[in-house]
């Protein structure tokens, strides 16, 4: 089984509707991260957890919350999605520290 | 803000050549750089992890070095092959802020031909 480990991998869905990524990981790290990969322009950094207790907004957080409702899970909530936020979606890990970093396999969202 | 350029943005070379790619970032202040690998829609697979304090890492055919002070990372890929083929990304981790979240370059698209 993959250490971090995202669901869904691919999901279509349409304008104004709420979605939910979830990512979670097995390496017993404290530290996850969210991601956007857009064509042409890398990743972007959505949010970020230290530990349960502490979450924090990354570069592009507007229009998107999360939850860190363990150790091992993280997710990623579009509240009210538009086409915009079509894009492949990552989940990382890393230990205190800012070791090395762990990614998922990705979620592609599709907003139509 | 940490900017990483990867150059060049994209690379077709024949099998069997050694390949160099580059990397560059502005700010010297880093924690570690790491080089990844994406296949078309997939994950991100890590290749190598440099500390700050170290000048190279290698793993197979692959060799990676930092120059921290001018801000410069090269990837190294000794006898390439087909299965090469990916784009590579490099990332740096900044000294502070951010919870040490990477700052990513665009990538280098690589093709190797048979």
């Known amino acids: 089984d993959a250490d971090v480990t995202q669901t869904p991998r691919n999901r279509i869905t349409k304008t104004g509707k709420r979605i939910m990524l979830e990512c979670s990981q097995t390496k017993g790290h404290d530290r996850m991260y969210w991601y956007r990969q857009d064509p042409g322009l890398g990743l972007q950094l959505i949010y970020y957890s230290f530990d349960v207790k502490d979450i924090n907004k990354g570069e592009i957080s507007d229009g998107y919350s999360v939850s860190r409702q363990a150790q091992a899970k993280f997710s990623l909530s579009l509240e009210s999605a538009i086409p915009n936020q079509t894009a492949l979606y990552f989940c990382?890990?890393?230990?205190?520290?800012?070791?090395?970093?762990?990614f998922g396999q990705g979620t592609r969202l599709t907003v139509v | 803000k940490q900017e990483v350029t990867q150059i060049p943005a994209a690379l077709s070379v024949p099998e069997g050549e050694n390949l160099v790619l580059n990397c560059s970032f502005t700010d010297s202040a880093i924690y570690n750089l790491q080089w990844f690998r994406q296949d078309p829609g997939k994950g991100l697979t890590s290749l190598l992890l440099?500390?700050?304090?170290?000048r190279e890492q290698t793993s197979g055919r692959l060799n990676a070095s930092l120059d921290k002070s001018s801000g410069r990372s090269t990837l190294y890929i000794a006898a390439s092959q087909p299965g090469d083929s990916a784009t590579y990304l490099c990332a740096v981790r900044p000294d502070s802020n951010s919870g040490y979240a990477l700052n990513f370059g665009k990538g280098t698209s690589l093709l190797v031909t048979p």
């Open positions: 440099i500390q700050s304090s170290q």
């Open positions: 990382a890990t890393s230990e205190a520290g800012g070791t090395e970093a762990f």
